[in-house]
């Protein structure tokens, strides 16, 4: 299950980033977003197991984007995007059932510094990224400022280059969802502000469209 969540929490990252500073289109009830380019991502997660049976989780991940976002009811994005979040949470892992979780996160935009060697090497230098606090109970979250912090690192190819084609739809009868990208991906390292973080570099198009209210 938790690698699962990994992986669920790859995908939310990416898409957050394109929309931290759009809440009002994302959250229409009739939303496409597509992306173009050339992106990384380091991401670290570590859980435990709580006496309560719970798990809690903290999670950590650093992306970098440099192409063409095109979102519903938005200007299209041409440019470079870098990315910090982090994230305690807590979950029941037999319901799945979510409790109390806290993050920081935030973008910087059209900031020059970074640099794509194709699926070489990508590399980010310092770069200031101002950060929001968000803290969720059960029921509801709250977003507060909370400073800056400077991201940097570089990615490393490592390996073979593999391809992907795929589409996934999720439908529930009220709720559609459909994710669908083509894409040249390669696993890399990873040398900057997240010690020991996965890490791989990827390049191609990627879609998301939904019906669903969020």
Not at 27 to 54: F, L, Q
Not at 69 to 98: E, H, I
Not at 167 to 188: H, I, L, P, W, Y
Request: net charge neutral.
């Amino acid at each position: 299950m938790r690698s699962s969540i990994r992986l669920l929490g790859g995908i939310v990252g990416i898409l957050a980033a394109g929309l931290l500073a759009t809440p009002v289109a994302a959250a229409s009830p009739s939303y496409v977003s597509k992306e173009s380019g050339t992106s990384a991502y380091a991401y670290t997660e570590e859980c435990a197991d709580n006496t309560d049976g719970t798990v809690t989780c903290e999670s950590s991940s650093l992306d970098v984007f440099k192409g063409v976002t095109k979102q519903s009811g938005l200007p299209t994005f041409r440019g470079d995007r870098a990315c910090y979040s982090s994230s305690t949470y807590t979950f029941d892992p037999n319901s799945g059932t979510p409790g109390e979780s806290n993050g920081l996160f935030g973008c910087a935009f059209h900031s020059g510094t970074l640099r794509i060697n194709r699926l070489i090497s990508i590399s980010l230098a310092p770069t200031s990224v101002e950060l929001t606090r968000v803290e969720c109970s059960a029921t509801e979250c709250t977003e507060t400022p909370a400073g800056t912090i400077t991201i940097s690192g570089t990615w490393t190819g490592v390996g073979p280059t593999s391809t992907s084609k795929g589409r996934f739809r999720f439908d529930d009868g009220t709720c559609v969802q459909v994710n669908a990208e083509r894409s040249r991906s390669r696993q890399a390292t990873f040398v900057g502000t997240l010690a020991g973080a996965n890490a791989r570099m990827a390049t191609g198009s990627f879609s998301f469209r939904s019906n669903c209210e969020f």
